[in-house]
């Protein structure tokens, strides 16, 4: 109930008026959804009638102008036979015959001509229909009035086509040992024949679907792909049976279809549209291309709107709640009050809260990364159980990569998909492009992709964030796993399946499987080794101790794999969250599902430059404060949800994360007054305790940082050389001293973030990848695989573009 | 319809007020339903009269091509 009444004493009972009220506001609620009900199916029927009138309209048109030609034709025979009455007949009958029989595969058009059946501008006329819309041309010729299905049956070759190789073949499109090979692979990895042909490239998807539409009996989409839809089924129904209708002729509907319907759902369509349908195949692209411009804007409302509508309280799309914002004014106003009642003594008060966050932070982190370094805290495989998996029982795998005017990773990026161990034909590549990235989307289209991979344009909206563009990506998805790829990302090659065999030893709840991140260009300068030793640590000792104990897990911005029906039952990424990876960590453990780490690395280039990197780890340090804020709506909630341990893990993996940078630059300027002025005031923090406490912390703990961050170092070096890849140089440990000077730039991003936070908290602060050209040797490195085969040559034109 | 009272409730008056404005809308959405209804069915039938003139032009007219071609085919 919406109306608030006022209260007085004696007046009607609050729980009857209720009823009362809500039962009133039933009855009005009803006829107003039966007058939208009303008005929506009226609109449906009036733009069927008006599409009839207008299809009936032109066809009169049509004939018109055909019968005006009739007329015309036969004047002209007439003047024509009188002039040329007195000269020798050029074409007898028996010439005709004789063309006829030179001709041996006439098709069902010309047969119909030649036997009187239709006229050529009829055949015209239903041609120009099918190139348009598409369909069977027997069918539209019934359609339009043309001929009688009676008088058609005749010229309908054999209904039963046979196999799909076998027809190929025998029609041309492939030849005998193209079938043979194709089934071959078929045989190994499993699939269908025709996406194992496509993979292979043995055919073009046009003509393979020509060909799938002959064999079941149905037509191909028009070569022009128009829409001309009066009606639209519901976005629901459309995606449940994948299909879209496309046209209406006089008495049917034209619907496209990816594959072909069963009987029963066949029958179910027409229920629903009543009037019988017509299916039509279209291929994969084509299928996209009237999904977005018939449901575009349910999927755009769908990738930005959805989680925000459905679970508000898990989104970001709120910054701050009123509680929050009353709860941090009760605390700026007791902290003020403190401070003009006992200046120092507040003082004192919150260094000691701090000094004991600090604390616990610290041991808790210590105790994550122990746990991490121990046997099992993540999966491992070796390449003989890689190379045992049967392929043929492998899903089909779907890989999103979110681009944003990137066009000079491209060749890069199609090399490291290549190069991934997985069958072709059961993966399913979807590249998202922003409706404002020409360049990357002109250079897309003109190149020859293989069919797997799918060109999505994510429409111009806010916000406009990588979550959106994944969540765009994923309506449509096929695959039972879903990844996330950057474009520059160099994922191992038997990555993918290193995963499936994860999900395979986990129990049921492992929904997410996180891959290792570090970076190919970690000797490139001072930079990009400090990034590299924080990684190291993070993923390959962090990660897999929180897997350990069984905590929530922020993870990392690319190669998590997700089982894809559970990501589409928490409603994916959030859009407004700009660490959407992070939170969706959380949310996955909110809901009772795990993730774990697997032993192996993605690639990825380090930022290479001090404001570069600022940009990029405040939209991190952003996106934990939001991840935070969320989580925290309600703290008893959440400690309900997940636990004790999983509450304390949660603060010190997302609050330590933002707060810590935020805090230190006030210890460190004490700690210079002190050593270098011994100002008075600064032993008045540190009475006693406090100060053997923070004295721990600044040795103990700035040593433990560092060495952690060595540690995870030495942790991939060591495993690198295992495995015969020297990436990484030892060389690189010496420059764990100076990782203070890498703290004070986190510090400057923090508090980036936090205005932000406040100014522009959604704003996605772009980073410039391609910044580092390697070298040919370096990434035969990396791939394992000779210089000259290696992946890519870097292309020309400016380096770097921003990024998501 | 009346409604119990308790030592601390709604004013009487305002929730009546509610509930009245409540049935009227809803009578109003009512008539308005069936007002579109009717008018609808009216201008339905005349479109699909519109609809069977225009078969049976386009069928005569067909009749008349498919004449024309015999001729011309003999």
């Known amino acids: 109930m919406n109306k608030r009444f006022k209260l007085r004493l004696g007046g009607l009972s609050i729980r009857a008026s209720k009823r009362r009220v809500n039962l009133a506001l039933k009855h009005y609620t009803e006829a107003k959804s039966a007058l939208e009900q009303q008005r929506a199916e009226q609109l449906t029927l009036n733009k069927r009638i008006d599409n009839e009138i207008n299809e009936l309209q032109l066809r009169i048109e049509e004939t018109h102008a055909r019968i005006a030609q009739l007329e015309h034709q036969r004047l002209a025979a007439v003047a024509s036979a009188a002039a040329s009455a007195s000269l020798p007949n050029a074409a007898t009958p028996a010439a005709v015959a004789a063309n006829q029989q030179a001709q041996p595969l006439r098709r069902m058009g010309d047969m119909l001509i030649d036997d009187g059946k239709i006229t050529q501008d009829q055949l015209q006329t239903a041609i120009a229909r099918q190139r348009r819309y598409g369909g069977r041309l027997g069918d539209i010729l019934i359609d339009m009035g043309f001929i009688q299905p009676e008088d058609l049956n005749p010229y309908l070759g054999n209904q039963d086509k046979g196999r799909l190789g076998d027809i190929l073949v025998s029609s041309g499109k492939i030849t005998q040992e193209q079938l043979d090979k194709a089934l071959a692979f078929q045989q190994k990895s499993g699939g269908l024949l025709g996406d194992v042909l496509l993979s292979l490239k043995m055919i073009e998807p046009g003509d393979l679907y020509r060909m799938i539409a002959t064999q079941n009996n149905i037509g191909r989409i028009g070569q022009e792909l128009s829409l001309d839809t009066p009606v639209r089924l519901p976005e629901s129904v459309a995606r449940e049976y994948e299909i879209v209708v496309i046209h209406q002729y006089v008495n049917r509907y034209l619907v496209a279809v990816s594959t072909p319907l069963s009987e029963e759902d066949a029958s179910k369509i027409e229920a629903l549209l009543q009037l019988p349908i017509e299916q039509v195949l279209a291929t994969k692209d084509e299928m996209e291309y009237f999904w977005r411009e018939v449901y575009g804007s349910e999927m755009l409302h769908e990738s930005t709107r959805r989680l925000a509508d459905e679970q508000p309280h898990n989104s970001a799309h709120t910054t701050f709640t009123r509680p929050q914002l009353g709860f941090t004014a009760v605390l700026g106003a007791v902290l003020v009050i403190g401070l003009i009642w006992s200046f120092w003594a507040t003082l004192l ?12 932070m610290s041991i808790f982190k210590f105790w994550i990364i122990l746990l991490g370094s121990r046997e099992g805290a993540q999966f491992r495989f070796t390449d003989e159980e890689i190379q045992a998996m049967d392929e043929r029982e492998l899903p089909i795998y779907t890989i999103l990569v979110p681009m944003y005017k990137e066009a000079q990773v491209i060749p890069q990026l199609l090399t490291n998909l290549e190069n991934l161990d997985y069958p072709k034909a059961k993966l399913d590549v979807r590249l998202l492009i922003e409706e404002d990235d020409t360049e990357t989307r002109e250079l897309l289209q003109s190149m020859d992709l293989p069919f797997y991979y799918t060109i999505l344009v994510v429409p111009d909206s806010l916000p406009k964030t990588k979550p959106k563009a994944c969540n765009y990506g994923l309506i449509r998805a096929r695959g039972e796993y879903v990844v996330i790829y950057d474009a520059e990302d160099r994922p191992d090659p038997d990555q993918l399946k290193k995963v499936i065999a994860t999900f395979r030893k986990c129990p049921e709840e492992f929904a997410c499987i996180q891959a290792k991140l570090n970076y190919f260009n970690s000797t490139q300068n001072w930079l990009t080794r400090w990034f590299t030793q924080e990684y190291s640590m993070w993923f390959e000792l962090l990660l897999p101790g929180i897997m350990r104990l069984d905590v929530p897990i922020p993870l990392g911005g690319t190669s998590n794999h997700f089982k894809l029906s559970v990501l589409k039952e928490l409603n994916a990424w959030d859009p407004y969250n700009v660490t959407e990876d992070a939170d969706l960590g959380i949310r996955l453990y909110k809901h009772g599902y795990k993730t774990a780490i697997v032993d192996s690395r993605t690639w990825e280039e380090a930022n290479s430059r001090v404001g570069n990197w600022i940009r990029q780890r405040s939209r991190w340090i952003k996106g934990y404060m939001q991840t935070w804020l969320v989580h925290m709506r309600n703290p008893f909630k959440l400690w309900r949800e997940i636990g004790a341990k999983g509450f304390m893990g949660f603060q010190v993996m997302i609050l330590a994360t933002p707060l810590l940078p935020l805090l230190n630059p006030f210890f460190w300027v004490m700690m210079i007054l002190w050593f270098g002025w011994h100002f008075d005031f600064i032993p008045r923090f540190f009475p006693g305790t406090i100060y053997y406490l923070a004295s721990v912390e600044l040795y103990a703990g700035n040593f433990l940082f560092i060495f952690s961050n060595v540690a995870g170092v030495y942790w991939v070096i060591h495993e690198l050389e295992q495995k015969r890849q020297q990436v990484f140089s030892y060389s690189l440990v010496r420059y764990a001293l100076l990782t203070p000077i890498y703290w004070v730039m986190m510090s400057i991003a923090a508090v980036k973030a936090a205005w932000q936070l406040i100014t522009k908290p959604f704003y996605w602060e772009k980073t410039v990848h391609g910044l580092h050209a390697p070298e040919e040797a370096e990434l035969a490195e990396l791939t394992g695989l000779p210089a000259e085969d290696s992946l890519i040559h870097q292309p020309g034109g400016k380096p770097g573009t921003p990024s998501m | 319809m009346r409604t119990r009272r ?69």
């Open chain 1, 349 to 360: 008060i919150v260094n000691i809260l701090i000094q004991l966050f600090y604390f616990t």
């Open chain 2, 6 to 74: 308790s030592l601390v409730g709604y004013r009487a008056k305002e929730v009546s007020r509610y509930v009245h404005l409540l049935e009227t809308a809803q009578e109003s959405l009512q008539s308005l339903l069936e007002k579109e209804e009717a008018e609808f069915k009216q201008i339905y039938e005349e479109k699909w009269e519109h609809s069977l003139a225009l078969r049976e032009q386009l069928k005569s007219l067909l009749q008349q091509e498919r004449q024309l071609a015999g001729e011309a085919g003999s």
